[in-house]
């Protein structure tokens, strides 16, 4: 997608490990592994890499910013407010959607994730969300 300049986005990534199951696309051959079989760069320590390309304002064409990214060890626990409540507004999406890859997450599990991660909240938008999860949990037939 596009973004604007002066924009922001938070974006989630399932991590595969090599060697894993994981449906491919058609966007960009995978760099990590082939076939189910890892490949070279499945040691190497990157866990993925992000490519970006931007367009300067009075640009035709575009430049490609290509960067792996690696794994610093870091837990969720250890996570920033912005990165645990934007889970907790995925996880949540997920229950809605009734992704099969839900697993054993529920709305209490997501009220928790989100209340942790309120963190400075000056036009109450995350209060609210967490408002509208209890409402949603209280109208689920499956609740």
């Known amino acids: 997608g596009e973004i604007g300049a002066g924009h922001s986005v938070t974006a989630l990534y399932?991590?595969?490990?090599?060697?894993g199951a994981v449906e491919t696309s058609s966007v960009d051959p995978l760099r990590y592994q082939t076939a189910m079989r890892p490949s070279a760069?499945?040691?190497?320590?990157?866990?993925?890499?992000?490519?970006?390309?931007?367009?300067?304002?009075?640009?035709?064409?575009?430049?490609l910013i290509e960067m792996p990214l690696f794994?610093?060890?870091?837990?969720?626990a250890e996570s920033s407010d912005v990165l645990a409540f934007a889970a907790a507004v995925a996880s949540f999406g997920m229950i809605l959607r009734r992704s099969q890859l839900v697993g054993d997450l529920d709305y209490a599990t997501v009220i928790e994730l989100?209340?942790?991660?309120?963190g400075e909240d000056p036009f109450g938008y995350r209060a609210e969300f967490v408002n509208l999860v209890r409402m949603a949990s209280q109208i689920d037939p499956r609740h």
């Not at 399932?14 to 060697?19: H, L, N, S």
Request: net charge negative.
């Open 14 to 19: 399932e991590i595969v490990p090599a060697g």
């Open 114 to 118: 989100a209340e942790g991660a309120i």
């Open 41 to 63: 760069h499945a040691n190497s320590g990157e866990m993925m890499t992000v490519k970006l390309r931007y367009k300067l304002p009075d640009g035709d064409t575009s430049t």
């Open 71 to 76: 794994d610093d060890g870091f837990t969720f």
